[in-house]
């Protein structure tokens, strides 16, 4: 782990982020709070979360284990509804709308990479890399045309006929990161993505969402517990116990 001091208190601030954001936010959470009953009990997970996030940002959102980045990820992908505040989706309200809307919006603003892979275990990687495409209903054959390229992208389409539990971790990542891209969605999201990885591997997947976000103008935002991704995003949003925190708070990670 890199020592701490590496980050500096003012590093959250827009005045110190690498790029100078422009325009309207691509996703905004205002006032956002989540609970779960858990037996008889509410558990209070986040508190009143608050995040921005502008065109072209790559933001890496920071807290340790159970501090409620998974939680916050799906409900900012509208993949559960947050128990108030709202979710601003590309200027549009998600808070309510139907889950089949919500999906339309998330598939033309999302590509999603979670930290392991849901493939459809009967589905070969060419197939599995194909689906986002078939709830568009764009034909088979341009499915797997487009697939293809995506996995010729990533070094993968030596692989395309694989079932995708037979590759490694690293290997799988790189998939899943195809899958994301192949409706070519102005936002990346990535929960723990080198969390499975040796550090290799870890880099090689670091230096794809770079490149994402430099050459190709991509938002990327990914989750992490691990402070050493710090350097690659040009902003950092630090998270602990549900709350997102400022200043001096965020060296104990
Ligand atoms: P992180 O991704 O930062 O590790 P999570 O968002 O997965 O954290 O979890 C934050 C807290 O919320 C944990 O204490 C976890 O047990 C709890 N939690 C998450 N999902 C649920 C759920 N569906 N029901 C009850 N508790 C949950
Ligand atoms: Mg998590």
Redesign the pocket.
């Known amino acids: 782990m890199k020592k701490q001091t590496a980050i500096t208190p003012d590093t959250n601030s827009s005045a110190s982020a690498k790029k100078v954001s422009r325009g309207k936010p691509l996703l905004e959470v205002t006032n956002v709070t989540k609970s779960?009953k858990?037996g008889k009990n509410l558990?209070h997970?986040l508190h009143d979360i608050n995040i921005a996030i502008m065109p072209e940002e790559f933001i890496i959102i920071l807290?340790p284990?159970?501090?409620?980045?998974?939680?916050l990820l799906n409900i900012l992908l509208g993949l559960e509804p947050s128990t108030t505040g709202k979710v601003v989706m590309n200027g549009i309200d998600i808070t309510n709308k139907k889950i089949d809307q919500i999906s339309k919006i998330r598939y033309h603003n999302f590509g999603v990479i979670f930290q392991k892979a849901d493939w459809v275990r009967s589905l070969d990687v060419l197939q599995n890399t194909s689906l986002p495409l078939a709830i568009n209903k764009v034909r088979k054959k341009e499915r797997l045309k487009r697939a293809l390229e995506q996995l010729t992208k990533v070094g993968m389409d030596d692989h395309a006929a694989y079932m995708p539990t037979e590759l490694s971790g690293g290997q799988q990542q790189k998939v899943s990161l195809a899958r994301a891209l192949i409706n070519d969605p102005p936002i990346v999201v990535a929960d723990e993505p080198t969390g499975n990885l040796d550090s290799v591997s870890a880099d090689k997947v670091m230096n794809i969402f770079k490149d994402l976000n430099e050459r190709l103008h991509k938002t990327v935002i990914m989750v992490t517990h691990n402070i050493d991704y710090v350097r690659y995003a040009s902003r950092t949003i630090y998270v602990r116990d549900g709350t997102i925190v400022q200043g001096s708070e965020q060296l104990i990670v």
């Not at 284990?65 to 939680?71: N, V």
């Open positions: 779960f858990v558990m997970v807290g284990s159970g501090s409620g980045k998974s939680t």
